[in-house]
Every structure is written in structure tokens, then in C-alpha cells.
């Protein structure tokens, strides 16, 4: 397996334009978790999903943020309109009910600049 | 409120060594408790975890404890080498939930 995939690597964008951020998860794993990592915050979960529901999304920051996962091997993670403060390293993770207790499995993030 | 402290410093120990690392918790009672490892540029990538009914466990060259009356993890990497230098995170995780929280991790240096 990959691993779990995230697209784009990097993203440079203006304040104000709206930016999507892609994962794919490994395949099997029921639960998906997007987070954002600051020197300022460290690593915080925006949100989760369990079997494409949204489960838990008390760590999205505003109504700016909005995250779907259309089908087990797609989500994404939308910023509309971004703002300069949203620049950060989004991470997406994955990881199955039937394995080792909550083993989450990273993907290498995605570096978002807003200008 | 809730809190998870990670040592904020840098640390810096000699290759051969065993390297400490603390991760203090208030107004948690998590049922699991994990390490991750961070390198720069990657996502993290997951060491070990300890069950809140478990004292210790260990792989290989790492070892972790787990105090819940202190709320405390101690995470030892015992014959340090230069390549055990990264940053590393312990998460929460409360029963009944995939919810985890992170600390801010720990930079640690191996020299050679």
C-alpha cells in the first residue's frame, strides 16, 4: 500500500481565494482525521470520520473550514476564503478499528501559505 | 483546563545514552496514551502505546511508562543513535473515542 496520499504537496495562495485539500486513505481504514500543525499550536484535529460520517468536527476553527468525505477513498478539506492566519501544515491520517488501538497513519501534508 | 506539556527545550544527549522524554496531563483521564515520532517535512509516525491499566511497555530500544496518578508518561530510548534525532509528540486518546490529543513534542538531538 502507499501509504496515505495528500495533494498538493505544497499550495501558495491569496487572501481570500478558496483552497482544497485532498486525501486519500489507506485502503480498509474506516476512520479519517485531518489536522493542522503551528509552531504556535503544534498539531491539533480538526476534524474526524468513521465510515464517511463526520463524527467530530469541534476542532474546526470557523465556518470558513468545511471537510467531506464523498467515499471511503476520498476526502477533502476546504478553506473558503482563506485568510493569511490559516497557513499551516494540514495533515491527514487514517486508521482501522480492527488494528492496534487507534494506530494512526499520517500522509506527508500538505504546506499552505496564504499570502 | 486541559493540558498536555511536553518539554519545550531541545534536548541534546551523546550517542550511547538514553534519552528521557516527559509528557505531562491535567484534567484528562485518557485511556491510551501514545508516542509518535516526527522528522522535519513528514507527517508523524506512530512508536508505541500504553493502555491507562498498563505500568510499562517496550520495543526494542524504547520504553514507556505510565503514571495516571501522577499523569505522566516517561518515554526512554535507551543506546541513543544520531538517527533517534526528531521530534516527539505523546497524544491522549479518552475511552470510547478516536478523538487525539497531541502535545507540542519534544526536539530531540543525538550527537555522535
Known amino acids: 500500500d502507499a501509504g496515505v496520499i495528500q495533494s498538493p504537496r505544497h499550495e501558495v495562495t491569496e487572501m481570500g481565494q478558496e483552497v482544497t485539500l485532498r486525501c486519500k486513505p489507506i485502503?480498509?481504514?474506516?476512520?479519517l482525521f485531518w489536522y493542522r500543525q503551528t509552531m504556535m499550536r503544534g498539531l491539533e484535529l480538526l476534524i474526524y470520520?468513521?465510515?464517511?460520517?463526520?463524527?467530530?468536527d469541534s476542532g474546526m476553527p470557523e465556518d470558513r473550514f468545511s471537510a467531506k468525505m464523498p467515499n471511503a477513498s476520498f476526502s477533502t478539506l476546504k478553506i473558503q476564503p482563506s485568510e493569511p492566519r490559516d497557513s499551516a501544515v494540514y495533515f491527514c491520517?487514517?486508521?482501522?478499528?480492527?488494528?492496534?488501538?487507534?494506530?494512526?497513519?499520517f500522509g506527508p501534508g500538505t504546506r499552505l501559505t496564504v499570502l | 483546563s486541559q493540558k498536555i506539556e511536553q518539554n519545550s527545550e531541545a534536548l541534546n544527549i551523546q550517542e550511547g545514552k538514553t534519552a528521557t522524554l516527559t509528557c505531562n496531563y491535567t484534567?484528562?483521564?485518557?485511556?491510551?496514551l501514545q508516542w509518535y515520532r516526527q522528522d522535519p517535512g513528514r507527517g508523524p509516525v506512530f512508536l508505541l502505546l500504553?493502555?491507562?491499566?498498563?505500568k510499562e511497555k517496550r520495543k526494542e530500544r524504547l520504553k514507556v511508562t505510565f503514571d495516571t496518578t501522577l499523569k505522566q508518561s516517561l518515554f526512554h530510548i535507551t543506546a541513543s543513535q544520531p538517527a533517534d534525532s526528531a521530534t516527539y509528540l505523546c497524544?491522549?486518546?479518552?475511552?470510547?473515542?478516536?478523538?487525539?490529543?497531541f502535545g507540542a513534542g519534544t526536539r530531540l538531538f543525538v550527537k555522535a
Open positions: 500504553i493502555r491507562e491499566n498498563e
Open positions: 491520517a487514517s486508521s482501522s478499528d480492527s488494528g492496534p488501538r487507534n494506530e494512526q497513519f
Open positions: 485502503s480498509g481504514h474506516d476512520y
Open positions: 497524544a491522549l486518546e479518552t475511552a470510547g473515542g478516536f478523538k487525539t490529543i
Open positions: 484534567n484528562y483521564s485518557p485511556a491510551y
Open positions: 470520520f468513521n465510515n464517511n460520517v463526520p463524527i467530530d
